[in-house]
């Protein structure tokens, strides 16, 4: 269950970070809509591969990178804040949404790390 809403969170927060780019780069706006764009989108995909991945330490290293990806999206949102190039509504929003999915991502690693402590 956990699963499918992080997956589903994750894709909508690909989204907003993809139009967040579009706006930045309206705004001439390059470094940090590269880098925001790479990482933000990155999470998504990451877990996605997870779902297909060869065994438990797999997987798990596949969701610990979508968290340092979603850990440096985190950095460049603050940054973007920082600099008044978003304001704090739209700040809070992604902010909220990326730790939301962090949050999801410590939870499943740990579940999966615990599962595979057991088995042995």
């Known amino acids: 269950m956990q699963e499918s809403k992080l997956r589903d969170q994750s894709i909508d927060f690909a989204v907003d970070i993809i139009n967040l780019v579009k706006d930045l780069k309206s705004k001439h706006e390059t470094i940090i809509s590269n880098q925001i ?54 700040y809070k929003k992604l902010d909220s949404a990326c730790a939301s999915i962090r949050v999801m991502l410590i939870a499943s690693i ?11």
């Open 37 to 90: 764009g790479r990482s933000g989108t990155s999470i998504g995909a990451n877990i996605r591969e997870a779902q297909y991945a060869h065994g438990k330490s797999d997987f798990i290293a596949k969701l610990q990178i979508a968290l340092k990806e979603a850990n440096e999206t985190g950095y460049w949102l603050e940054l973007l804040y920082k600099t008044d190039y978003i304001g704090e509504q739209a």
């Open 110 to 120: 740990n579940t999966t790390k615990q599962n595979s402590d057991k088995e042995q």
